[in-house]
């Protein structure tokens, strides 16, 4: 009987501890022994900015090259050694300026000689003439027979060509030595000069002396799709449309000009129409043969809504961007979008002004996810790294 006491005793004991331990467990105090409950997903940090509204150029890109207004092969017109070239290469000259001198003696011979030989045919008419106004009163008188007086009319007519033909070839001679001058027909810049003082030139000298090209104003020609044809019309009927000519790399603008043509066929093999536009190039920056970037101004649309061209997204519904909502989370937002220039693309629709969207590390988002927008220095050091990483294959 005593033993079965102890018995009961040492169970109740036992139940009395196991109950004290779960009550500890459960007790306030004691919650670092519990379960860690899962945190929260960090930030991820992107660059963004607002969507900005103003005028927006909208602009047809095209390639093409440069044109001088004006290309002229100096050549003589005459055979002769020259003895001096005045003119340096690469120089810029005038029309009337001298480039080159031929030797003019032999040409100034011919010309004396066609003088003199005038001079004496002059003196012969002036003698038939007083012959003729002598035989003239004896006729009248029957001392002089008709026969006497018509040929000496004759003879008079006869001089008075050959005055008149000796004049001609004075004239002939003149323009001859003219031609020992060559002179810069055109405003331009020259090129390499193609013969040496002391040589012999002539007219039929394939390469001339030299090449003058016509620098201002200059010629760009370049080509657009053929489909922008009708816009281009349709813009021209309203006035000149403004070309900006720009480097191969397209980050320098070389120079601004007009559209002052569109070429009267299409270019059935590519689909494309040449266009032909004028720059005044005062600073020699656009040359002959130059390949260039050419954008043709076709509208302004104002008050236009843009973001940064690094903004948009491709997906398997089409573009969209990432919008930043008022508690920090992003949505994927489909956008509409127009021309695309100097980094910045026209939003047609899809956002509203002052809305916020990112611009770097998309990568990493998804519907929903919280950001953490950087600024300053730190947005920037993140787009370098963006940049970085974009150039790793």
Do not use: C
Request: hydrophobic share 40%; glycine share 8%.
């Amino acid at each position: 009987m005593r033993r079965k006491i102890v018995v009961l005793a040492a169970f109740a004991i036992l139940a009395s501890a196991a109950a004290g331990a779960f009550a500890l467990t459960r007790s306030p105090g004691h919650h670092h022994a519990a379960a860690p409950i899962a945190a929260a997903a960090p930030a991820v940090p992107v660059v963004a900015e607002r969507v900005k509204t103003g005028d927006v150029p909208i602009y047809l890109r095209g390639i093409g090259y440069v044109e001088a207004y004006n290309t002229v092969v100096v050549r003589s017109q005459i055979q002769g050694q020259l003895v001096s070239i005045p003119f340096t290469e690469g120089q810029t000259v005038h029309a009337g300026d001298l480039l080159a001198q031929i030797d003019p003696r032999p040409y100034q011979a011919q010309l004396d000689q066609a003088i003199a030989n005038r001079d004496r045919d002059a003196a012969q008419l002036t003698n038939a003439e007083a012959n003729l106004q002598r035989y003239l009163p004896l006729q009248a008188k029957g001392f002089a027979t008709p026969q006497l007086v018509d040929t000496q009319k004759a003879q008079v007519a006869q001089l008075q060509a050959a005055v008149k033909a000796d004049d001609a070839v004075i004239e002939s001679a003149q323009v001859e030595l003219g031609y020992t001058r060559i002179t810069a027909p055109i405003n331009g810049v020259t090129g390499i000069r193609q013969i040496d003082v002391g040589n012999i030139i002539h007219p039929t000298d394939p390469n001339g002396l030299v090449v003058l090209t016509q620098l201002q104003p200059i010629s760009a020609i370049f080509t657009l799709p053929e489909g922008e044809l009708p816009k281009i019309q349709q813009q021209m009927a309203k006035g000149p449309l403004t070309v900006l000519a720009y480097s191969q790399d397209d980050k320098i603008q070389l120079d601004q000009g007009t559209l002052s043509l569109i070429d009267n066929q299409i270019i059935q093999t590519s689909g494309s129409i040449r266009l032909k536009a004028k720059f005044p190039n005062p600073q020699h920056r656009l040359w002959p043969g130059e390949l260039i970037n050419v954008r043709l101004l076709l509208d302004t649309r104002h008050d236009g809504m843009t973001v940064a061209s690094s903004a948009i997204q491709q997906g398997p519904d089409g573009t969209y961007v990432y919008v930043i909502g008022p508690n920090g989370t992003v949505a994927s937002r489909p956008v509409k979008l127009g021309e695309s220039s100097g980094g910045r693309t026209l939003i047609d629709s899809g956002l509203t002004p002052d809305e916020e969207v990112v611009d770097d590390g998309q990568s990493r988002l998804q519907a929903g996810t919280r950001v953490a927008v950087l600024h300053g220095q730190a947005a920037e050091q993140f787009a370098r790294q963006s940049a970085t990483q974009a150039q790793i294959p």
